[in-house]
């Protein structure tokens, strides 16, 4: 006999981690994509790439904040829930970094 799972026993994916998650890998793309253009023009990024930052940094901090309020619910597919704090924390980790690396040393 086959012990395994049978499909209809599977449980569903978390809409709402999957989301933070996606917010938090937007956030990381428009990190690499600042992070090129600073490159590009040697830092002269004037008011509106560090604005954007900070928002993006705020918009990371809430996906793991929702992350991690749907970690323990077991009615969810664990994987799921996982990727909505992983991705998050990676994301506000690198803006935190970049944040505090401009505060302290320029």
């Known amino acids: 006999m086959f012990k395994g799972r049978r499909r209809s026993d599977k449980k569903p994916i978390d ?15 428009v990190f690499v994509l600042t992070f090129i253009h600073s490159v590009m023009v040697k830092g002269d990024n004037g008011t509106l790439l560090p604005g954007i930052g900070v928002l993006l940094m705020l918009v990371s901090a809430g996906a793991l904040l929702s992350g991690l ?23 506000l980790l690198f803006w935190l970094s970049l944040y505090l690396i401009g505060l302290f040393l320029i």
């Open 69 to 91: 309020k749907e970690r323990k619910s077991e009615a969810f597919n664990k994987w799921s829930r996982l990727l909505g704090v992983i991705v998050p924390s990676i994301a």
């Open 15 to 29: 809409v709402q981690s999957l989301t933070a998650a996606a917010l938090a890998a937007l956030s990381l793309l």
